[in-house]
């Protein structure tokens, strides 16, 4: 059984940093693209950030250009998002998920299935 597990959301202030985290089980990350997606509320869920496990290029949205990082730690089967420069529109539930390729744009909801495994996402709020 497979099994995505985020952690690391919480309340920040506009200017701090977060670090979320993305443990595997039951796949072995270093074999499949991984990546970073969120939804804000009333928005459709959108690909921020996407590892290419064939080539180790990073791949980011424009909007989190330059602020945040993705990173892999195959020992732990764990990925990770480094977040700085948080503003208040990086408030949203973030989920990790595979097959991430091509994905850096909104979903509808239909496409969801298209990335094979989802994990069940962790709340991020930037607010003074």
């Known amino acids: 059984q497979v099994q995505l597990v985020e952690s690391g959301g919480g309340l920040v202030q506009p200017g701090g940093s977060l670090r979320l985290s993305c443990v595997a089980s039951?796949?072995?990350?270093?074999?499949?693209?991984i990546g970073w997606f969120r939804q804000a509320p009333g928005k459709e869920r959108e690909g921020i950030s996407c590892?290419?496990?064939?080539?180790?290029?990073?791949d980011y949205t424009d909007s989190v250009k330059g602020r945040f990082t993705i990173s892999r730690d195959n020992a732990k089967n764990t990925v990770y998002l480094e977040m700085s420069s948080l503003k208040p529109d990086d408030t949203a539930v973030y989920y990790c998920?595979?097959?991430?390729?091509?994905?850096?744009?909104?979903?509808?909801?239909?496409?969801?299935?298209?990335?094979?495994?989802w994990g069940q996402g962790t709340l991020v709020t930037v607010s003074a």
């Open positions: 039951g796949i072995t990350l270093d074999t499949r693209a």
């Open positions: 590892l290419n496990n064939l080539n180790g290029n990073k």
């Open positions: 998920a595979t097959d991430c390729l091509g994905w850096l744009q909104p979903l509808s909801p239909s496409s969801y299935k298209y990335l094979e495994f």
